[in-house]
């Protein structure tokens, strides 16, 4: 089954604490990303990867870092958490970029509280 | 339509009636859209899409529209069913870009 799937699901956690969002695709998928979803301010993106090593910024990379050393992994790294990260965090995978809307899955999200 | 604020906006309707959401984009180079559906607790999933040199494309119970003079996109949901209630987003992909942007979300309740 077509899964892409983000760990943990749920977190809270405080201020400056670092912190590493997981995202596993198992349809080797060359294109990944990811989005912070705020309430009235739909899907922001904010790191996208092309590739293998293959990384580059979105709309709103500020306070985020990744990583893209295998296909099927993209981990979001939040290096000093502040509260206004708190937010509803998605991570999608595609065949290619470009390719049509039902080509890209979403993973389940990923619910994060920074205090 | 598209929201103000921190709220979204709300669209309510009785079972077994048509329903349409409305989004308006901002980029006239947009040549693709998507609208997207996330129930509860879920991820967006796919609904139906549509490029820039179609304005209609209809698929089981939904059809979108796309008027490019006013930059709208719609979504029409025949005989909404309760199952319907969710957010839907309308995303644009800018000619040349690999980046969707989505739209903010509008909340479908469907009542029994």
């Known amino acids: 089954e077509a899964q892409v799937t983000q760990n943990p699901r749920y977190l809270i956690t405080v201020t400056g604490k670092k912190l590493t969002v997981t995202c596993s695709q198992n349809?080797?998928?060359?294109?990944m990303s990811w989005y912070r979803q705020d309430p009235g301010l739909g899907l922001r993106q904010i790191y996208y990867?092309?590739?293998?090593?293959?990384?580059d910024k979105g709309d709103v990379p500020e306070g985020y870092k990744v990583s893209r050393k295998e296909k099927r992994n993209f981990p979001l790294i939040l290096e000093s958490p502040s509260p206004n990260q708190t937010s509803l965090y998605f991570c999608?995978?595609?065949?290619?970029?470009?390719?049509?809307?039902?080509?890209?899955?979403f993973g389940e999200g990923s619910w994060l509280t920074v205090v | 339509g598209e929201s103000v604020g921190l709220h979204l906006p709300t669209l309510s309707v009785q079972e077994g009636d048509n329903s349409i959401i409305n989004c308006a984009y901002s980029?006239?180079?947009?040549?693709?859209f998507i609208w997207y559906k996330q129930e509860s607790g879920k991820g967006p999933q796919f609904i139906i899409d549509?490029?820039?040199?179609?304005d209609k494309r209809q698929g089981q119970r939904v059809t979108v529209l796309l008027n490019k003079t006013v930059k709208h996109l719609s979504l029409q949901i025949a005989a909404t069913q309760p199952g319907d209630s969710a957010v839907y987003f309308c995303?644009?992909?800018?000619?040349?870009?690999?980046?969707?942007?989505f739209g903010r979300g509008t909340s479908l309740i469907v009542h029994p």
């Open positions: 995303a644009e992909r800018r000619g040349g870009s690999y980046i969707p942007t």
């Open positions: 549509i490029r820039s040199n179609m």
């Open positions: 349809m080797n998928h060359e294109y």
């Open positions: 990867s092309m590739n293998v090593e293959v990384t």
């Open positions: 980029n006239s180079a947009s040549d693709y």
């Open positions: 999608a995978s595609s065949l290619s970029p470009g390719g049509a809307g039902n080509t890209i899955y």
